[in-house]
């Protein structure tokens, strides 16, 4: 299959600048993403390990997608159970014994809050350790680069067409404010977003509009 460059330049043309195709191809494969439904968000998941070949006992979320849910060892050589999330103004009382807050190793939460740093970051409780890690399945948005990718890891290959006609339309805009042709650029702009949203509405990321309403 073709890189993404020659699919984008098979559609609107000649145009050769990397870095915005780079960009808005990425852009685009992160529009889809948060328009997903769960299932295909699963598809773009990737796992975060805290204390699984590494000392982490906290995950920075700076540069993470949506958390899908968080698992922790229940027992020394035990199995992962599911943490639940809770409001971080609980989150202290998860080390008061005598408070209903309270969590132990079958019963784990997590939650997200700013760090010292005033980092986003996520927490859990019990404190991962060595023989109690943690895994944080996330949404994990792909940096993709035209004219060396052709598929798109941890993404539904589906809905890989969908970003190639996302960065066409951007480029195109581009180029009517650069260009100022409107005669050109405004019906292949209007023909684009055209495809673009029939490909959203048959791979249902959104609902098709009842006939006869524009």
């Known amino acids: 299959m073709a890189n993404f460059k020659t699919q984008i330049q098979d559609v609107i043309g000649s145009f050769d600048d990397d870095v915005a195709i780079n960009q808005f191809l990425t852009d685009g494969a992160k529009e889809l993403i948060n328009m997903m439904p769960p299932k295909l968000k699963q598809k ?17 979320l700076d540069s993470a997608g949506e958390i899908l849910h968080v698992t922790r060892e229940n027992a020394n050589s035990g199995y992962y159970i599911g943490c639940r999330e809770v409001n971080p103004i609980h989150a202290d009382s998860a080390n008061d014994s005598s408070s209903l807050y309270y969590v132990t190793a079958t019963d784990p939460i997590y939650w997200i809050e700013s760090n010292s ?16 890690p943690a895994k944080i399945v996330h949404i994990a948005y792909p940096s993709i680069t035209g004219s060396d990718d052709s598929s798109i890891a941890n993404f539904p290959d589906e ?17 009517l404010i650069e260009e100022e042709d409107v005669e050109l650029y405004t019906p292949i702009i209007g023909t684009l977003k055209q495809d673009y949203m029939q490909g959203l509405q048959n791979s249902g990321l959104v609902q098709k509009q009842p006939q006869g309403v524009k």
């Open 159 to 175: 809905l890989e067409y969908l970003v190639v006609l996302y960065a066409s339309i951007k480029i195109t805009e581009r180029q």
């Open 44 to 60: 773009c998941s990737k796992v975060t390990n805290l204390y699984i070949g590494n000392t982490n006992t906290t995950m920075d």
């Open 117 to 132: 740093s005033g980092n986003p970051t996520l927490f859990v409780k019990p404190t991962p350790d060595a023989n109690q």
